[in-house]
C-alpha cells in the first residue's frame, strides 16, 4: 500500500513516517524544504526509506503543490500546519496555511478517485475552546467543538487555526464525499527523531531554569501512541469522525514535580506564574480506546522527553 505524509519532517510525522516504514508502507512524503539536510536527513535514515520513502517538496500556500504527492496513494495523512502559539501577525503566520493549506491538499486529494481515506492531524484545541466553562467534573469529548468568536475574542490564534482548518476539511469532504477521520491530539511529548525542538517538546524544555511554570493544564499523549492512532484511524475500516487523543490532563506545577522526581539536579522554578485558580478538566479516553489506542503513561513520556534532548544535546 502507498500513503502519503505531509509534512513529514515535522515530530508527530516523523514518528509516523517511521511506523509506517514499520509497517510495510511505501511512504510519499512531503517537506516544505527539500534543500534542509535539518528536515530530511532523518526520514532518510529510518529503516526501509531507502526501499519504501519518497520525499516531494510542497508547500501548504502553493496551489497544486501537493498533486504529485498524493497521486497514486491509498490514503493521505495530512499532518503539515503551523503550530507555534506566538505570532506578530496570525492572518498570515498561522490561519491562512492551517485553512488554504488544508483545502489545498484536500483538493489535491479529491483528484484521486481510488484514495480510501485521508487522515487529518487536528487537535484537542479544535474542540475544548467551545466557551463552557472548564471544571473538574467536565470530560471533553468529540462531540464539543471550538467557537471562533470565544478563540478570537480571547486571541487563542493557534486554536483558531486549528478550528477553521478542521472545519473546513468537513464541510470540503462532505461535498465531495470524501472520506475523513481526524485525530485531535492534546499536547504531544515523547522522543524527537527531527533534529529541530518543536512547540510541544519545548514547552517541557522551557520549564527548566524557568524562574516560574506557567498558569496552565494540558492534556498530554506520547508522540508513538499519537502516530499510532493515526494508522489505526486508517487501517480501521469503521473508523468515522473525530478522536480525541490524550493520556492525561496535567497542571505545570504536576509536570514541574514529576521532573523534579526524576531529575533531583534540575533547576526548577517553585512558583506558578500568577495566582489566578487553576483550571482542571478531563478529555474523554473512550473512542480512541475503542480504536484500539494504548496510552503510554505520562512519566514515561516525560522521561523519554527529556532522555532525547539529552541525546540531541540540548542540556
Ligand atoms: P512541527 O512543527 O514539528 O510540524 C509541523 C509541520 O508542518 C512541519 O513539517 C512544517 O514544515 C509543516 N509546515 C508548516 N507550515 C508549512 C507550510 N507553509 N508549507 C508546508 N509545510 C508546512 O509540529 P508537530 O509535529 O507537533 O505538529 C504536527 C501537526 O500536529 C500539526 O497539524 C499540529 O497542529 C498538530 N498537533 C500537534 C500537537 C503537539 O503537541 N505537538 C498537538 C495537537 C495537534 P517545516 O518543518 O518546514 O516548518
Not at 517537506?31 to 539536510?37: A, F, G, H, K, T
Not at 532523518?42 to 500556500?61: P, T, V
Not at 520549564?207 to 511554570?213: E, F, G, K, S, V
Amino acid at each position: 500500500k502507498t500513503v502519503c505524509v505531509t509534512g513529514a519532517s515535522g515530530f508527530i510525522a516523523s514518528w509516523l513516517v517511521k511506523l509506517l516504514l514499520d509497517r510495510g508502507y511505501t511512504v510519499k512524503a512531503s517537506v516544505r524544504n527539500l534543500e534542509d539536510p535539518k528536515k530530511t536527513e532523518h526520514l532518510l535514515a529510518l529503516d526501509g526509506a531507502k526501499e519504501r520513502l519518497s520525499l516531494f517538496q510542497a508547500d501548504l500556500l502553493k496551489p497544486g503543490s501537493f498533486d504529485k504527492v498524493v497521486e497514486g496513494c491509498d490514503g493521505v495523512f495530512h499532518t503539515a500546519s503551523p503550530f507555534f502559539i506566538h505570532s506578530a501577525n496570525p492572518q498570515e503566520e498561522l490561519i491562512d496555511p492551517a485553512v488554504k493549506g488544508t483545502l489545498n491538499v484536500l483538493s489535491s486529494c479529491s483528484k484521486v478517485p481510488l484514495m480510501k481515506r485521508l487522515v487529518l492531524t487536528s487537535s484537542v484545541v479544535a474542540l475544548m475552546y467551545s466557551g463552557s466553562p472548564l471544571t473538574p467534573e467536565v470530560v471533553v469529548d468529540e462531540n464539543w467543538f471550538s467557537d471562533q468568536a470565544f478563540c478570537k475574542e480571547t486571541k487563542l490564534w493557534y486554536p483558531l487555526s486549528k478550528t477553521l482548518a478542521e472545519e473546513a476539511a468537513w464541510k470540503f469532504v462532505e461535498e465531495k464525499g470524501m472520506d475523513m477521520v481526524t485525530i485531535n491530539p492534546a499536547m504531544v511529548i515523547g522522543p524527537l527523531l527531527q533534529p529541530t525542538l518543536n512547540t510541544s517538546a519545548a514547552a517541557i524544555f522551557r520549564l527548566i531554569n524557568a524562574p516560574t511554570y506557567p498558569n496552565i493544564t494540558l492534556g498530554c499523549v506520547h508522540v508513538k501512541d499519537v502516530a499510532n492512532a493515526h494508522i489505526l484511524a486508517f487501517e480501521t475500516p469503521s473508523a468515522s469522525g473525530r478522536y480525541c487523543v490524550a493520556e492525561s490532563v496535567v497542571h505545570m506545577s504536576e509536570l514541574v514535580q514529576m521532573l523534579r522526581k526524576l531529575y533531583p539536579s534540575f533547576k526548577l522554578p517553585d512558583k506558578c506564574s500568577d495566582d489566578t485558580p487553576i483550571v482542571k478538566y478531563q478529555f474523554s479516553k473512550e473512542k480512541a480506546r475503542s480504536l484500539g489506542v494504548n496510552y503510554t503513561p505520562l512519566e514515561e513520556g516525560i522521561k523519554e522527553t527529556i532522555e532525547s534532548l539529552k541525546e540531541k544535546r540540548y542540556f
